[in-house]
């Protein structure tokens, strides 16, 4: 009996230091892991205020060199980048299709045997480039779409002849009327819209076409129906020519359809130069 509970009570105490044993154990290694886990709970901490503390001198840095690289990217640039908008004053040559002699008010008919029957001379206009889009819609790169508005001056021929008024307020027979000769000049002026597209973006030569454009004109002198506007197209091609930062040369050559409301032939076509300034 007494044998007995002794064997009870030392199972019972070598069953407590196991589990003693057990529980210190699973201390230990708890504290263990505890402890790695803020180990890089710090590893990490310290990696984050080392990079809060280079990421402003990294910014700083490519905010300086970023000039630069786009200088070497975009060498036309050069201290001014192409918006696509332009203003421009051109000049040169004007061809009639036909003369206008032989007219009421431009000669009278060629009363007293002379005709005023030029048909070549000269034009100055300017106008605005507006840019519409740089790579015409997404359909060409490096090809941009341009809006133009232009106003032009022409003037065709210039002559002594009969002045139309006073012959024909004489030919009614108004006494205080007498039939007299003049410098009579034949103009026209053009305003227009039309799509320029521009090719080869970047380069210092940059050729150009209107593949069409609308014209609103004013013919002077009135036509024989007393009239003086049309309407009609227009046709062109060209290049210019970067000189100096903002600053183009450029030439031009166009042709002017006209769908003849005052009864006359107002076709033309223009050859010439034409200075512009970026912006």
Known sequence: ????????????????????IVLGLSHVSLADDLDDRIKRLEERLTQL???LNREPRIYLTEMRE?????????PSSSGTEETGNMVFFRGGGAWAASDRSNEVFTDVFGTGGTFNGGDSGYYVGAGLDLVLSKNLWGMLSKTWAV????????RFNSKNVTVAVPATCATAGVATCTASTGEVQITMLTVDIAPKIKF???????????PIGLDFHVISPPSNDTTVLDIGAQFGLGGEYRLWKAFHLGLDGRFHLATGQTDTTNN?????GYVGIAF
Do not use: D, Y
Not at 1 to 20: D, F, K, S
């Open 49 to 51: 205020q080392a990079e």
């Open 1 to 20: 009996m007494t044998n007995g509970r002794h064997r009870n009570r030392g199972w019972c105490a070598v069953t407590w230091i196991v589990m003693g």
């Open 200 to 210: 080869l973006e970047g380069s210092r030569f940059r050729p150009w076409v209107i």
């Open 268 to 272: 033309f076509g223009t050859v010439g």
């Open 66 to 74: 970023r000039p630069v690289r786009s200088e070497r990217h975009n």
């Open 147 to 154: 809006g133009e508005i232009g106003v032009e001056f022409k």
